[in-house]
Each structure stands twice: as C-alpha cells, then as structure tokens.
C-alpha cells in the first residue's frame, strides 16, 4: 500500500472510529478486570448491538436524503408486537409472523414517504406525526400487557451462536454489508445519494426525486422490521415501550458514523462502528451503575459535537474548491 493511499485512509473518519472502538474495548475489559472477555459477556455484548446497527441504518437511509425519519423507535415497537401477537394471538408459525411484521415495517414506511412526497412537509414534521400515530397502535395490540412464550423455534435462533459470536449478530452485520451494496452497486441507491446531495442537479439528470424519498422511507421501515424481529428473537418477550429507547441511537450511530445531516453522505461502516461505540458506553453504564441520565447527556453531546464538525468540514470543503 503506498503512502498516499495510507495517509488517506488514516484521515477517514472511519479510521479514527476504529482506534476509538478498539482502545473502549481494551480499557473497559482492563476496568472489569477481564470480566469483558468471558463467552457469556462477549455473547451478550454484541448480541444486544445487532439491533442499535440496524436501527442506525434505517435513520441512514432517510439522512442520506437529506431527511429524519423520528419513528424508527415506535414502529420497531409496533413490528415486534405485531410479530408476536400474530405468533400467540393468531396462531401463525414463525414464518409468517415473520414475514408480517416486515410487511408492516415497510408499509408503514411506504406511507411515511408517500405523505412526505404528495403534502410536501418536511419529513421531519410527518415522521413526528407518524411517530404518535404508531405508538398508539403499539399500544393498541394489546395494551400494557407482555407477549411471551411465543416460537420457541424463533428464541432459539435469538440464542444461537457460530464460532462463540451471536447469530442475530451476523445477520445484522450481513443486513449492513446489503445496504452498503445498495448505495454501491445499485442504481436506485445512488440515485438516492444524489437526491441527498442536490435535488435540483439530481432532477436535471433525470433522477425523481419523489421516487427517492418513497425509496428511503420505505427501506428504512423495512429496515425497522429487520430490527423488529431481532428484538423478538433475542429478547423472548415485548411489550408496548419496546422501541421507546431507540430514537437516540438511530441518530448517535449514523451522525458520529460520518453520515451527513444535509443529505448526499453515507456510511456503513462508520454507521456500524459508532453504534459499537454506543453500546461500550452502555454497558460501562451497567456496569458501573451509572446513572443513565448522564449516559443520555454524554451520548447527546457527543452527536451535537459530530454535527457540529461536519458543519465545519463541509464549510472547508467548500472553501477549498
């Protein structure tokens, strides 16, 4: 590898989260004294990160377009609850529970970039809006009760490990090798990165931008379902505030991930180390008993402060061309 091509990688902002993640590891398994690297502890760390990657990437979809999507929480919540309601209530097979809560993800997805697209109102507003309309159906599939019980065949699967790593985990890391692809490889995803970066250069080359918003929205609910059935998997049991908790990492993993606010930027594996990240500092809070407030504040200001240097970095960029 030459030099420049080196010093270019070592100025990624992907590079810098990778050394960030590797020394939080290393000093938080020294703090427990070790305690960190034992198979149940490693086990349980990343197979309660597979959801804050996916969650992370359903917001990277919209924020590649330059928009928010605020009810990527409410409708993991509600995809679970339909996943196990269809499972204990309707009697269906995994399957097809399944197979329904991702068809609830990306309709209700359909719907938020639909709204967007014919009221011409910022996504922000309309997600605002969808995300108090979802959590009360959440709450309407069965109230404040607790589904458990459901496919032992599914828990099972939320249990299983291949070589000592969780297999939610894979699939999570497989689901965001797929939407790195996407924005890669495919037509569709590039347009999307297009829209985000100028729709009005994007309209002149013949991209629509209506199509994209519909595009984004819509993979990201689907992407909520993914994160839905994940959650009923690993977890065993949910019930109506499941997803209350998720906004904020949506948010934290693509932003501190080198995602830009203003649209046209993608990252995946920034996406996924950050989330990495978030969830050290999660289990530092359990840990240490920290209390959890102080987590949201050193969460919070560390988003406003990956903002904040994106701003800056955009400005440069533009002075120097």
Same mark, same amino acid.
């Given at each position: 590898?030459?030099?420049?091509?080196?010093?270019?990688?070592?100025?990624?902002?992907?590079?810098?989260? *990778?050394? #960030?993640? &590797?020394?939080?590891? @290393?000093?938080? +398994?020294? !703090?427990? %004294? $070790?305690?960190?690297?034992?198979?149940?502890?490693?086990?349980?760390?990343?197979?309660?990160?597979?959801?804050?990657?996916?969650?992370?990437?359903?917001?990277?979809?919209?924020?590649?377009?330059?928009?928010?999507?605020?009810?990527?929480?409410?409708?993991?919540?509600?995809?679970?609850?339909?996943?196990?309601?269809?499972?204990?209530? *309707?009697? #269906?097979? &995994?399957?097809?529970? @399944?197979?329904? +809560?991702? !068809?609830? %993800? $990306?309709?209700?997805?359909?719907?938020?970039?639909?709204?967007?697209?014919?009221?011409?109102?910022?996504?922000?507003?309309?997600?605002?809006?969808?995300?108090?309309?979802?959590?009360?159906?959440?709450?309407?599939?069965?109230?404040?009760?607790?589904?458990?019980?459901?496919?032992?065949?599914?828990?099972?699967?939320?249990?299983?490990?291949?070589?000592?790593?969780?297999?939610?985990?894979?699939?999570?890391?497989?689901?965001?090798?797929?939407?790195?692809?996407?924005?890669?490889?495919?037509?569709?995803?590039?347009?999307?990165?297009?829209?985000?970066?100028?729709?009005?250069?994007?309209?002149?080359?013949?991209?629509?931008?209506?199509?994209?918003?519909?595009?984004?929205?819509?993979?990201?609910?689907?992407?909520?379902?993914?994160?839905?059935?994940?959650?009923?998997?690993?977890?065993?049991?949910?019930?109506?505030?499941?997803?209350?908790?998720?906004?904020?990492?949506?948010?934290?993993?693509?932003?501190?991930?080198?995602?830009?606010?203003?649209?046209?930027?993608?990252?995946?594996?920034?996406?996924?180390?950050?989330?990495?990240?978030?969830?050290?500092?999660?289990?530092?809070?359990?840990?240490?008993?920290?209390?959890?407030?102080?987590?949201?504040?050193?969460?919070?200001?560390?988003?406003?402060?990956?903002?904040?240097?994106?701003?800056?970095?955009?400005?440069?960029?533009?002075?120097?061309?």
């Amino acid at each position: 590898m030459s030099t420049s091509r080196a010093g270019v990688i070592a100025g990624r902002p992907e590079f810098t989260l *990778a050394l #960030l993640a &590797a020394a939080g590891f @290393v000093a938080l +398994a020294v !703090a427990t %004294g $070790g305690g960190m690297l034992s198979s149940g502890t490693l086990g349980a760390f990343f197979r309660f990160l597979a959801v804050p990657i996916i969650i992370g990437l359903s917001q990277m979809v919209v924020l590649a377009i330059g928009q928010m999507n605020l009810s990527v929480g409410a409708l993991t919540g509600l995809c679970s609850m339909v996943a196990a309601w269809l499972m204990i209530d *309707a009697g #269906l097979p &995994a399957p097809v529970a @399944v197979l329904g +809560a991702l !068809a609830v %993800g $990306g309709a209700a997805g359909l719907v938020n970039g639909l709204l967007v697209v014919f009221t011409r109102i910022n996504g922000f507003i309309v997600t605002l809006a969808t995300m108090t309309i979802i959590e009360g159906l959440r709450y309407g599939v069965n109230g404040p009760d607790t589904f458990q019980g459901y496919s032992s065949g599914l828990r099972d699967f939320g249990r299983a490990s291949v070589l000592g790593l969780p297999v939610v985990f894979l699939v999570a890391l497989a689901v965001a090798a797929l939407v790195g692809v996407f924005f890669a490889r495919t037509v569709a995803g590039r347009q999307l990165l297009a829209t985000g970066g100028s729709p009005f250069a994007a309209r002149l080359s013949g991209v629509s931008n209506d199509r994209s918003i519909i595009v984004a929205h819509g993979l990201s609910g689907l992407l909520a379902g993914v994160a839905a059935i994940i959650t009923v998997a690993a977890s065993g049991s949910v019930n109506s505030s499941i997803g209350d908790d998720l906004l904020l990492p949506s948010f934290a993993a693509p932003i501190i991930g080198g995602v830009a606010l203003t649209g046209g930027v993608v990252s995946v594996v920034g996406t996924c180390l950050a989330a990495f990240l978030v969830r050290l500092v999660d289990v530092m809070q359990a840990q240490f008993g920290i209390n959890p407030r102080w987590i949201d504040l050193i969460v919070g200001a560390v988003v406003l402060g990956a903002v904040l240097l994106g701003t800056v970095r955009q400005r440069l960029l533009r002075r120097s061309s």
